[in-house]
């Protein structure tokens, strides 16, 4: 079986869709990264969420947040892959850009990224927009996107 896109607004998912993108962001962020923070931000009510899976296997997820909620112009955060070097995150940025244009009618996209994976977000686009700053404990920089 192929890999899936599946898109959805916070009042479209099911509970246990909304469940298995919490516990997979809670596993990743808070537990592989041993990083205490609040992911709950109250920013996934307005957000478009995305995710590819491979059978009944979620392989990557993003949300995708319009322009006011977690950033000033329309945002792309919660990315994670999990299963790496398969190209799942590319084309999660990619569907995530896509929705950020169809949704929000995006012509410029932030991320706060981790400033280790800055080469993976210019490979989709992004360029880096501040001088690097402390997150959660973690460096980030920020990065934006324009056609």
Request: proline letters at 3%; glycine letters at 8%.
């Amino acid at each position: 079986m192929g890999l899936q896109l599946h898109k959805k607004t916070f009042s479209e998912l099911t509970a246990a869709e909304l469940y298995e993108l919490l516990r997979i962001r809670s596993e990743v962020f808070v537990v592989e990264q041993d990083c205490v923070y609040q992911d709950l931000d109250d920013d996934d009510q307005p957000a478009v969420h995305l995710w590819l899976s491979e059978g009944e296997r979620i392989v990557a997820i993003c949300r995708v947040c319009p322009a006011g909620t977690h950033m000033e112009a329309v945002s792309i955060g919660r990315v994670i892959t999990t299963e790496r070097g398969k190209g799942y995150g590319k084309r999660m940025m990619l569907a995530g850009i896509g929705a950020a244009r169809e949704h929000f009618g995006a012509t410029r996209i932030d991320i706060e990224a981790q400033e280790y994976a800055k080469g993976f977000y210019e490979q989709v686009g992004f360029r880096q927009s501040s001088e690097p700053f402390m997150l959660d404990g973690i460096p980030h920089i920020r990065m934006t996107w324009t056609p």
